[in-house]
C-alpha cells in the first residue's frame, strides 16, 4: 500500500481502477508486423500525412480570416515537418527494416528527431520544436484513428490517473466512464480543478508522483475532500474509507435539508447564493443544490472541444436555454475569458511566457472586437427571456471597462437598427480579480452596476503565485490578511456607491470563509453548485452582528495560518 498526499480538488472518495493516460494523450502500440504488411502501413502512413496536410491547410485558412495572415503563416513552418523528404524516407526505410507498426516507429522517429534539435544550442531551432511536436501529434492522432477523444470508448468506470490535464479534457470526461482523477500537476483553482468540481468528479490534483508511482489497472482510493490517494489498499484502509464514506453521506444530508430555503441569518440578514457553471448541461445540478441564481457563467469553455468558433446564433440558443431555465432568478454571463490556463484551438495564440499576465480575457476580446461582439449581440437578444447580467472579466481600470462599454453600445445599436428585441436594462458589471482594479474599486464603482470578485486570480495577482501551479501552493492562501484587506476595501467602496458585490472565485464556497464573508457584508457568494447546501446552512446557523464581530477579529490577526485556523474552529462551532 502507498499513500500519495496531492492537492484536494474536487471532493468525494471513490475506489477504482486506474486508467493511465500517457503525456502524449495516447499509448502507443508496438506491434511488430510481417512482410505482407508493409505496404498496408506504408498506405497508412501516407493517408495520415495527407489527412493532417489538409487539416493544417483547413486551420490555417480559418486563421487567415479570424486572425489575419501573419498569424495564419505560423503553419507554414508545420506543412513544411510534413513535407519533409528525410522525415518520410526515415520512417518508411525503418519501416522495413525494424517490422514494427508504422505508428511506433514514426513515434521513434519523431523522437529522435526532437532530441537532436534539443541539443543544438540556436533559439530559432529550439522553437522548431514544439513545431515539430504538435505536427507529430496530429499525425499520430491520425494514424491510431483518435481524434483526441482517449476518453470514449471506456467500457467500464475508471479513475483517469495523467500528468496534467487541460481544462477542456476535464469537461470532456463529462457523461464518460470516468469516476475521479489524479494528476501530477496542477493547483486547487486550476480551471482542470474547478471544472471537475462542478462535474462533481472526485479529483486529486499536484502529488507530483501518481503517472510513476501508479500503473494501469491499480486498485486506487481517492479522497478528493483531503487530496489522499492510497494505491493497492489494504483491507482495513478499504473498510475505514468505506465508513469514511458513509459518515459524508450523512453529513451531506443534514446541510440538504436546508437546500431549498433562503440563506437568511437567525436575525434576518439575507444573502444571494447562486452557482457557478462553465456548461448549460450542469443547469439540473444547480436547481437539485438549491441555487437561486447563476454567479458566474463561464461562457469560454462554450467554445472548447470544437473546431470551428461558435455563430451568434449558437450563443444566444445557450444563452436562451439558460436564462429560460432559471427564471425568475438572475443569470450572470461572463465574457470570454480565454488565455491563462484556457486555450482555445480556433485561436493561434502564441504560448506566452506568462499566460496569466499576458493577452487574456478582455484584452484579448478588446483587440478582437469581432469575436467579442459575436458574443454581446447574442446576450443582448438573449435578455429578454429571462433575467441576464453581464460582466467583464480581468479589468484592471476604468479604461478598459469604458472600452467594452463602447463596444456593447455599439452591438445595442446594431440589434436596434436590425429591429432585433433586447433588454434595455441589462446590468453590466465588472470581475474585480486584478489588484489594481480592487484598489481602485472606488473609481470603477461610479461606471459599474455591480462587483462580482474573482478571488482565483486576485489571489494569485495579488500574492504572486500562479494558480496552476503545485510546488507554489502553499503560499497561496485566500486567508492571507492582504487579501482580506482587499476584500474588505472592495465590499466598502462599492457599498458607499449603493452597488452590490459578490464573489465567484473559489473562496466563496470555502465554508471556512463563509462567516467572515458575511460579517464583511458580503451580498452574493456564488460557487460550484455542490457546495451551496453547506454554504446555506451556515449563513442560516449565524447572527450577522456575531458575523462582523468575527470579521474584525480576524482582520486583526497578522498571519494566514492564524485566519485559517481562526476560520476552522468557527465552522466546526457550527456545523459539528
Ligand atoms: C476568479 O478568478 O476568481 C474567477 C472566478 O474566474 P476564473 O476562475 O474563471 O479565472
Ligand atoms: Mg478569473
Redesign the pocket.
Known amino acids: 500500500m502507498i499513500k500519495l498526499q496531492g492537492i484536494a480538488a474536487a471532493p468525494g472518495i471513490v475506489v477504482g481502477k486506474a486508467y493511465r493516460i500517457g503525456k502524449e494523450e495516447f499509448d502507443i502500440p508496438k506491434k511488430e508486423i510481417s512482410q505482407q504488411d508493409i505496404p498496408y502501413e506504408i498506405q497508412l502512413f501516407e493517408e495520415a500525412l495527407i489527412k493532417t496536410r489538409k487539416e493544417i491547410i483547413e486551420l490555417q485558412k480559418r486563421i487567415a480570416v479570424d486572425m489575419g495572415q501573419e498569424q495564419a503563416q505560423i503553419f507554414d513552418a508545420h506543412l513544411l515537418v510534413l513535407e519533409d523528404r528525410m522525415l518520410i524516407e526515415e520512417v518508411i526505410s525503418r519501416l522495413k527494416k525494424e517490422r514494427f507498426n508504422v505508428a511506433f516507429i514514426f513515434f521513434e522517429v519523431m523522437k529522435k528527431y526532437v532530441e537532436v534539435f534539443s541539443r543544438i544550442e540556436d533559439e530559432y531551432i529550439k522553437e522548431r520544436i514544439s513545431d515539430i511536436n504538435d505536427v507529430s501529434k496530429r499525425v499520430m492522432r491520425n494514424l491510431l484513428g483518435k481524434k483526441g477523444k482517449w476518453l470514449e470508448g471506456l467500457t467500464e468506470k475508471v479513475i483517469v490517473v495523467a500528468h496534467d490535464l487541460s481544462p477542456s479534457d476535464t469537461a470532456a470526461m463529462h457523461k464518460q466512464n470516468v469516476s475521479a482523477f489524479v494528476t501530477d500537476i496542477g493547483g486547487k483553482?486550476s480551471?482542470t480543478a474547478?471544472m471537475a468540481k462542478s462535474l462533481e468528479i472526485p479529483a486529486v490534483v499536484g502529488t507530483e508522483t501518481a503517472t510513476s508511482k501508479i500503473k494501469n489497472g491499480d486498485m486506487l482510493i481517492v479522497d478528493g475532500s483531503t487530496g489522499i490517494v492510497i494505491l493497492e489498499p489494504d483491507q482495513d484502509t478499504l473498510a475505514e474509507y468505506q465508513e469514511e464514506f458513509r459518515k459524508l453521506q450523512g453529513i451531506g444530508e443534514k446541510f440538504l435539508s436546508v437546500k431549498d430555503l433562503d440563506a437568511v441569518t437567525q436575525d434576518g440578514k439575507c444573502v444571494e447564493i447562486h452557482a457557478?457553471i462553465e456548461l448549460p448541461e450542469e443547469i439540473p445540478a444547480v436547481k437539485a443544490h438549491g441555487a437561486k441564481g447563476i454567479g458566474?457563467y463561464?461562457t469560454e469553455f462554450f467554445y472548447m472541444n470544437r473546431k470551428d468558433l461558435p455563430s451568434e446564433e449558437e450563443h444566444y440558443q445557450a444563452y436562451k436555454y439558460v436564462a429560460e431555465e432559471m427564471k425568475p432568478y438572475p443569470v450572470t454571463i461572463?465574457t470570454i475569458?480565454l488565455g491563462?490556463d484556457?486555450f482555445l484551438s480556433q485561436f493561434a495564440i502564441p504560448r506566452e511566457m506568462q499566460p496569466f499576465l499576458g493577452w487574456r480575457a478582455i484584452r484579448f476580446c478588446l483587440a478582437r472586437t469581432d469575436i467579442f461582439k459575436v458574443q454581446l449581440r447574442a446576450i443582448l437578444r438573449a435578455s429578454v427571456h429571462g433575467s441576464l447580467r453581464l460582466m467583464y472579466?480581468m479589468i484592471s481600470g476604468i479604461e478598459e471597462l469604458r472600452q467594452a462599454n463602447r463596444i456593447l453600445q455599439e452591438a445595442r445599436d446594431e440589434l436596434k437598427s436590425e429591429g432585433a428585441p433586447f433588454s434595455d436594462n441589462i446590468e453590466v458589471g465588472v470581475?474585480i480579480?486584478v489588484p489594481s482594479a480592487a484598489i481602485t474599486a472606488d473609481l470603477l464603482s461610479r461606471e459599474a452596476d455591480f462587483f462580482?470578485?474573482?478571488?482565483?486570480?486576485?489571489i494569485q495577482y495579488s500574492l504572486a503565485v500562479d494558480r496552476t501551479n503545485e510546488k507554489v501552493a502553499y503560499l497561496y492562501e485566500p486567508s492571507h490578511p492582504a487579501v482580506l484587506r482587499m476584500i474588505q476595501s472592495v465590499i466598502s467602496a462599492a457599498h458607499e456607491r449603493g452597488i452590490k458585490v459578490g464573489m465567484?472565485?473559489?473562496?466563496a464556497g470555502d465554508p471556512a470563509f463563509v462567516p467572515l464573508l458575511l460579517g464583511l457584508g458580503l451580498d452574493e457568494f456564488s460557487m460550484p453548485s455542490l457546495g451551496i447546501p453547506e454554504v446555506k446552512y451556515i449563513i442560516r446557523s449565524l447572527n450577522l452582528d456575531e458575523a462582523k464581530e468575527f470579521a474584525r477579529r480576524v482582520l486583526s490577526l497578522s498571519t494566514g495560518r492564524e485566519v485559517e485556523e481562526f476560520g476552522q474552529k468557527k465552522l466546526r462551532e457550527i456545523t459539528g
Do not use: F, Q, V, Y
Not at 462580482?452 to 486576485?458: A, C, P, R, Y
Open positions: 483553482t480551471h474547478i457557478n458566474l463561464r461572463r475569458d491563462g484556457k472579466p470581475m480579480e462580482s470578485i474573482g478571488t482565483n486570480d486576485l465567484c472565485g473559489e473562496m
